[in-house]
T-cell receptor
Framework: AQSVSQHNHHVILSEAASLELGCNYS??????LFWYVQYPGQHLQLLLK??????LVKGIKGFEAEFIKSKFSFNLRKPSVQWSDTAEYFC??????????????FGKGTKLSVIP | EAGVTQFPSHSVIEKGQTVTLRCDPI?????LYWYRRVMGKEIKFLLH????????ESGMPNNRFLAERTGGTYSTLKVQPAELEDSGVYFC??????????????FGPGTRLLVL
């Protein structure tokens, strides 16, 4: 079974600071990788996803993530955060092949607070 | 296009009572998923429907949980009898169909269940 580890529980940044949220997964096979975000009072929405191809993925609102297969990592980055990026961020993975490959396995989430 | 909707948004019940949660997926989506987030923990998969059929219910905690998807449209998740540890946020998600592994799952706002 796969698992996902998000390194930071709560990150506090000032506006314009750069952001990097860590995500590591454990699974030896082919995976799809996702970052979801939940803004206060809203539902989970997809920020970006990696299925195959270019390991540097660009998502909405200026976010990007890089898949490094050798490190089993899929870190989320943004060069300059805004107050509106305050939210909880979830890394998720699903694994190819066999029963249950469509299940998303989530990390515990990282709360980001951006101070104006 | 309407997103995934869930009802109710909140539910407070006493231990031993029954609660039924409802999910309406995006119109035309064959795949429907239920997930749960217990406070402080990660979001965990409960089960997956393809149309009206249960494809995988490996994440269901025990036989107090019953999910149905009559006619392949909306789904209900019944907890009977509810226990304290059932408290959490129950998310529903849907995806279009074809190959669930390479599709994006769209999430609803969740139902917050509190069992007292």
């Amino acid at each position: 079974a796969q698992s996902v580890s998000q390194h930071n529980h709560h990150v506090i940044l000032s506006e314009a600071a750069s952001l990097e949220l860590g995500c590591n997964y454990s699974y030896g096979g082919t995976v799809n990788l996702f970052w979801y975000v939940q803004y206060p009072g809203q539902h989970l929405q997809l920020l970006l996803k990696y299925f195959s191809g270019d390991p540097l993925v660009k998502g909405i609102k200026g976010f990007e993530a890089e898949f490094i297969k050798s490190k089993f990592s899929f870190n989320l980055r943004k060069p300059s955060v805004q107050w509106s990026d305050t939210a909880e961020y979830f890394c998720a993975v699903n694994a190819a092949g066999g029963a249950g490959s469509y299940q998303l396995t989530f990390g515990k989430g990282t709360k980001l607070s951006v101070i104006p | 296009e309407a997103g995934v909707t869930q009802f109710p948004s909140h539910s407070v019940i006493e231990k031993g009572q029954t609660v039924t949660l409802r999910c309406d997926p995006i119109s035309g989506h064959d795949n429907l998923y239920w997930y749960r987030r217990v406070m402080g923990k990660e979001i965990k998969f409960l089960l997956h429907f393809v149309k009206e059929s249960k494809q995988d219910e490996s994440g269901m905690p025990n036989n107090r949980f019953l999910a149905e998807r009559t006619g392949g449209t909306y789904s209900t998740l019944k907890v009977q009898p509810a226990e304290l540890e059932d408290s959490g946020v129950y998310f529903c998600a849907s995806s279009q169909g074809g190959n669930p592994w390479s599709e994006t799952q769209y999430f609803g706002p969740g139902t917050r269940l509190l069992v007292l």
